[in-house]
């Protein structure tokens, strides 16, 4: 698959270099020689500096074959703009990243499509469902809804009570079996299994399989003595924070740690207060960790300053 990335900062490294690890044909465009500088050595793709809003550098990029192209500068609208070109000078599907919510509204989908963009993507909002998703199953590393959730992936670190280790796969994922490994992760390799292949302790594995059978799942890799999430602290009151907290289920309850007081206050407005309690501090001070409970919390959420845009932990 030829795909065409334009913006290399934080999301456009980490998408091209997930991306060339998964052999696919890889361009990606940034104007800043320092920012394709980031680029890991070993990644397998090409980089071009230039304007990506210059229909010349979408010309020499071959973004008309491009089977994907993904705009993630830093500008909505530049993002919007070259995916309306990319499309219209040939390329088969365009992704582009904006910060406005309120373009993701019911209608407009079809409206950017008629443009030219044939999908929209808010980092902050997929962040948040992510954490949103994590909490409602911490024993679930990671999860995947496909199809709108006809079938879901999920990403299991086996553990000692798993009851489906070091045995052949094709005896335990039949045409018929409700669930299906499609990757493991072994250390720093990653294992497209095939039937011979057999899950070992502490693999990171990807089970393939379908809402119903969730449960069934959680018995046989032996998670069912997992507590779920009751109590969440968040440090840092970010937007990706708030969207996650609007959605947060009703047996939840959440405190955020935010040491701007003027973002508290926002905070406050944001927020209904039955969603969460707002808390004006440093999420790096012990002291105030121990007072507000932190060692009876089930899970807490930070900001990172990585290309991964959240992390929290069960």
């Known amino acids: 698959m030829k795909i065409v990335i334009a913006g290399a900062c934080d999301i456009g490294i980490y998408l091209a270099t997930l991306l060339s690890h998964s052999h696919e044909n890889i361009t990606l465009i940034d104007e800043d020689e320092e920012r394709l500088g980031r680029m890991d050595a070993e990644a397998d793709l090409m980089t071009l500096q230039a304007s990506p809003s ?18 993630v500068t830093a500008d909505q609208h530049l993002n919007l703009n070259i995916c309306m ?29 008629r443009l030219g963009v044939s ?29 709108n959730g006809a079938l879901v992936m999920l990403g299991i670190k086996l ?43 502490y693999d990171l594995a990807y089970f393939m399989t379908t809402r119903q059978y969730i449960p069934y799942i959680r018995k046989i890799v032996g998670k069912e003595h997992y507590v779920d999430v009751k109590n969440v602290v968040f440090m840092g009151g970010g937007n990706t924070c708030v969207r996650a907290v609007k959605n947060i289920p009703s047996y939840m309850e959440a405190k955020i740690i935010e040491k701007d007081e003027e973002r508290c206050e926002e905070l406050n407005d944001l927020l209904e207060e039955d969603k969460a309690l707002v808390i004006h501090g440093d999420g790096r001070d012990i002291q105030l960790l121990n007072e507000e409970g932190i060692m009876n919390t089930q899970a807490s959420w930070h900001s990172q300053a990585t290309p991964k845009p959240t992390s929290w932990h069960a």
């Open 54 to 71: 210059s229909i010349k550098t979408l010309k020499e990029a071959n973004a008309g074959d491009a089977d994907l192209f993904i705009a």
């Open 85 to 113: 070109i990319a499309k219209a000078l040939g390329a088969k599907k365009t992704v582009a990243k904006i910060d406005d919510v309120e373009l993701t509204e019911p209608g407009m989908a079809e409206l950017f499509e």
């Open 119 to 147: 999908s929209l993507i808010v980092p902050e909002t997929l962040a948040a469902t992510d954490i949103i998703n994590g909490l409602k199953m911490s024993w679930v590393r990671q999860r995947w809804d496909v199809h």
């Open 159 to 201: 553990r000692e009570g798993c009851e489906i280790l070091n045995q052949p796969l094709k005896q335990l994922c039949g045409p018929d079996d409700p669930y299906h490994v499609v990757a493991i992760k072994r250390g720093y390799e990653t294992i497209i299994p095939g039937g011979n292949d057999e899950l070992k302790l």
